[in-house]
């Protein structure tokens, strides 16, 4: 069994002036956002709810089979 490891970053809510920010160069979208601490990356609040499921997730071998780029 794999060992679940805890999303190691804060997530805080933004304040009401950067929600204000980001709302008027992303129009139209009316949710709300948070930031990951401590880098500050500017997120989807949904992304709160999955943050150890996709910190967690297992590469797979084929995971890459069609980005050549790596």
């Not at 190691?8 to 805080?12: D, H, L, S, W």
């Given at each position: 069994?794999?060992?679940v490891?805890?999303f190691?970053?804060?997530?805080?809510n933004?304040?009401?002036?950067?929600?204000?920010?980001t709302?008027?160069y992303?129009?139209?979208?009316v949710?709300?956002?948070v930031?990951?601490?401590?880098?500050g990356?500017l997120?989807?609040?949904?992304?709160?709810y999955?943050?150890?499921?996709?910190?967690?997730?297992?590469?797979?071998p084929?995971?890459?089979?069609?980005?050549?780029?790596?």
């Open positions: 069994m794999v060992e490891r805890r190691p970053f804060a997530i805080k933004v304040t009401e002036e950067e929600d204000a920010l709302k008027k992303y129009k139209g979208y949710r709300a956002f930031r990951i601490r401590p880098h990356y997120w989807p609040a949904s992304f709160g999955k943050t150890e499921e996709i910190y967690n997730l297992e590469v797979q084929d995971d890459n089979q069609d980005n050549k780029l790596l």
